[in-house]
């Protein structure tokens, strides 16, 4: 049997965000969902303690954002690279990726895309990463930093519309987030074995296959 080669796709700062920035989504979801439902959901005994894990993680998660925001900006430098689809990718690399996800990986048949540490999204990771990362996480860091300071940013919160939409549009978001919570991790099991792609999101190395 040939030898495994392995590829570094995941550097340590990457790594460390992206588990603290799941356990914080996954701990504002169980938590919001105790703060919108209190009388279905009840998992963290009072109401106020729901609502200090809430602002914990939220604040941990606004962290965690700039810390991928530095990382990928300031160190590697790799933003736009990574993450902004390309011509080819929107023309037919979406469609390609989609039709190995829903029929081609049940066939059996090799994934379309090559990952290497300078194309590691394939084009629909891209879209989707881009949209969470630039668009839905950004808006409920602010629209949750508006709702912990309602009183001192009375202003900003009344120029947005008031307190129902801001509270209506963080729901909205907060439920596209989990939304996305669940397709991702399906998605993230089909590799060329189940855990293929969680290992390098642990260990920073991804072992490369050969079709
Ligand atoms: C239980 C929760 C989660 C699990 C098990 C999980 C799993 C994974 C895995 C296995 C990867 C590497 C393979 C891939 O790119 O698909 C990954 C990457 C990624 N995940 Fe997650 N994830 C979780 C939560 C989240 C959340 C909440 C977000 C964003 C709000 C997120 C955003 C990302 C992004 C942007 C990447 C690419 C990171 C990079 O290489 O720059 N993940 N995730």
């Known amino acids: 049997m040939a030898d ?4 570094y796709l995941q550097p340590t700062p990457i ?6 920035n799941a356990l914080g989504i996954v701990t504002l979801c169980v938590t919001g969902g105790q703060i919108r439902f209190p009388e279905y959901v009840n998992i963290f005994g009072t109401y106020k303690a729901a609502i200090e894990l809430h602002n914990t993680a939220g604040i941990v998660v606004a962290i965690s954002f700039f810390l991928w925001a530095f990382y990928y900006l300031v160190v590697a430098r790799s933003m736009v690279k990574l993450y902004i689809p390309n011509k080819d990718d929107i023309q037919h690399g979406i469609l390609r990726q989609a039709k190995f996800y829903f029929l081609l990986f049940f066939l059996g048949r090799p994934n379309p895309h090559h990952t290497t540490p300078d194309d590691k999204f394939n084009p629909m990771q891209k879209s989707a990463y881009l949209a969470i990362m630039f668009i839905l996480v950004p808006l409920v860091i602010v629209t949750g930093i508006l709702l912990m300071n309602v009183a001192p940013l009375r202003e900003a919160v009344l120029m947005i519309g008031g307190l129902k939409l801001l509270v209506g549009t963080h729901f909205l978001l907060a439920c ?3 939304a996305f919570l669940f ?4 998605l993230a099991t089909l590799g060329h074995t189940p855990f293929a792609h969680f290992k390098p999101m642990w260990t920073g190395w991804e072992e490369e296959v050969d079709h």
């Open 176 to 178: 596209s987030l989990c």
């Open 4 to 7: 495994k080669k392995y590829i």
């Open 15 to 20: 790594r460390i965000w992206h588990w603290l």
């Open 183 to 186: 397709t991702h991790v399906y």
